[in-house]
């Protein structure tokens, strides 16, 4: 089992320009999260999805979309990188359940926006 | 927004000693979960303590929570330079049906060798 996986590990991006992160896992689990980590500000939620086809926002939403077109994918996009996105990116998921189970993290991706 | 406040924000230690760090949060719960993450890498889930639990144990580790203080500890035994790493609770809302956990900051542990 490879767990959690994130596509690309780094990646370099003039202001304004897209880009998508790619989030695989699999464990067939339920949930998937999207959350940034930045100095001082610990783990902020950006977008989750609770099920194949269905998406919600978190914490930081703006200028993200997601989408969840397949239950082991969970893809991130940029539509117009900002400055102020520069951050460690991190997808998790978990099973489902009546209570917040434990999250399975993937390794990261590394964003510096230009 | 952060429930979860990690105290202390950075604790340093020598290998063998004991390690202690506590998290408070705001509201009721489903449960607390602990998470470590070493420098550069992903978290990884260390122990999840039920709302009417009041303790736990995982090899070298110890949770302990205190729902009428609404806080709760985590203790590393006989720590290793291994150890050194950064640690974060995370509380699930007993409010709603949202499936996010909550996060705190966290704990930065170096145990010196």
């Known amino acids: 089992n490879a767990g959690v996986t994130q596509t690309p590990k780094f990646r370099v991006l003039k202001t304004g320009q897209s880009m998508t992160l790619l989030c695989a896992q699999d464990?067939?689990?339920?949930?998937m999260y999207w959350y940034r980590q930045d100095p001082g500000m610990g783990l902020r939620l950006i977008h989750y999805s609770v099920g194949e086809g269905t998406t919600a926002k978190g914490e930081v939403p703006d200028g993200y979309n997601v989408s969840r077109l397949k239950k082991q994918n969970f893809l991130l996009g940029l539509e117009s990188a900002a400055p102020s996105q520069t951050s460690v990116y991190f997808c998790?998921?978990?099973?489902?359940?009546?209570?917040?189970?434990?999250?399975?993290f993937g390794p990261g991706t590394r964003l510096l926006v230009l | 927004s952060q429930q979860g406040e990690e105290d202390p924000q950075a604790l340093s230690i020598q290998e063998g000693e004991n390690a202690t760090m506590n998290c408070s949060y705001k509201t009721s719960i489903n449960n607390l979960q602990w998470y470590r993450q070493n420098s550069g890498r992903g978290l990884v889930h260390l122990i999840l303590i039920r709302s009417n639990e009041r303790e736990k144990h995982s090899g070298r580790l110890r949770v302990t929570l205190d729902t009428s203080k609404k806080s709760s500890s985590l203790l590393i035994t006989a720590s290793r330079a291994a150890d050194t790493a950064s640690y974060f609770c995370?509380?699930?809302?007993?409010?709603?049906?949202?499936?996010?956990?909550?996060w705190g900051l966290g704990t930065s542990l170096a145990v010196n060798p």
């Open positions: 995370a509380t699930d809302p007993n409010a709603g049906n949202n499936r996010k956990l909550i």
């Open positions: 998790a998921s978990s099973y489902g359940g009546k209570a917040t189970p434990p999250q399975y």
């Open positions: 464990m067939n689990h339920e949930y």
